[in-house]
């Protein structure tokens, strides 16, 4: 059934990331006791993404690979963003040579709509309990206001994007679609 797929392809919860995250850095950290360990830096995306985030995500990813950091761990709460620049940090999530990890935190934190396609993005992504991602159903902003698109070009575009993010890590390619298409939300 489609429930018991999703519960096997469902993010992990706060627990088994926490239990993920020490038993990856185990593995990095060096045999010799006298060589210190590489850093994981912590990047938060807390507000709306747009440029300025796509610089900082730049930014830490360079500052990682200076470090030779075992990995970067990506903290989202944000209501979402420009389309363009999520596609810009997916991108650079998807050529950095240090590992990124999505973690959508804190306790009651959303990735909402941009945040939900970084989060899918990332090869690694877990929730803490009682957070939520979806609605992602794209929105275009004037000085109007702002209307839902619904253009079958966009739509389409954006579900098979977002559905070949899920593919790729071995994530719910329905559910994906469902984050489009009828603006669904789900907690951790």
């Not at 059934?1 to 993010?11: F, H």
């Not at 006791?33 to 210190?36: K, L, R």
């Not at 963003?81 to 596609?87: A, P, R, S, Y």
């Not at 994906?176 to 489009?180: D, E, S």
């Given at each position: ?11 992990m ?19 010799c006791?006298?060589?210190?360990p ?11 993404i747009?440029q ?25 709460n944000?209501?979402g ?7 810009a ?5 998807k ?5 990124v990890?999505?973690y959508?935190h ?28 979806g ?31 899920a593919a ?7 559910l ?5 298409t009828?603006?669904r939300?789900?907690?951790a």
């Open positions: 059934s489609s429930k018991s797929s999703y519960e096997e392809n469902r993010l919860n706060k627990t088994t990331f926490t239990l993920l995250i020490l038993f990856f850095l185990f593995l990095v950290l060096p045999v006791s006298s060589a210190e590489s850093p994981v830096l912590l990047v938060e995306i807390t507000d709306t747009d300025s985030t796509v610089e900082v995500m730049t930014d830490c990813l360079r500052q990682a690979e200076a470090d030779n950091a075992q990995a970067v761990i990506l903290l989202l944000t209501p963003g420009g389309l363009d620049e999520t596609f940090i997916a991108t650079l999530i050529e950095s040579t240090i590992p990890i999505g959508v804190p306790d009651g934190a959303t990735a909402w709509s941009a945040g939900t396609f970084i989060l899918l993005s990332t090869p690694l992504a877990a929730m803490e309990d009682h957070t939520i991602i609605s992602c159903q794209p929105i275009e902003t004037s000085l109007e206001g702002t209307r839902f698109i619904n253009d079958s070009k966009i739509i389409n575009a954006l579900v098979e994007w977002l559905q070949e993010r790729m890590y071995g994530r719910n390619q329905t994906a679609k469902l984050f489009i009828e603006n939300n789900v907690n």
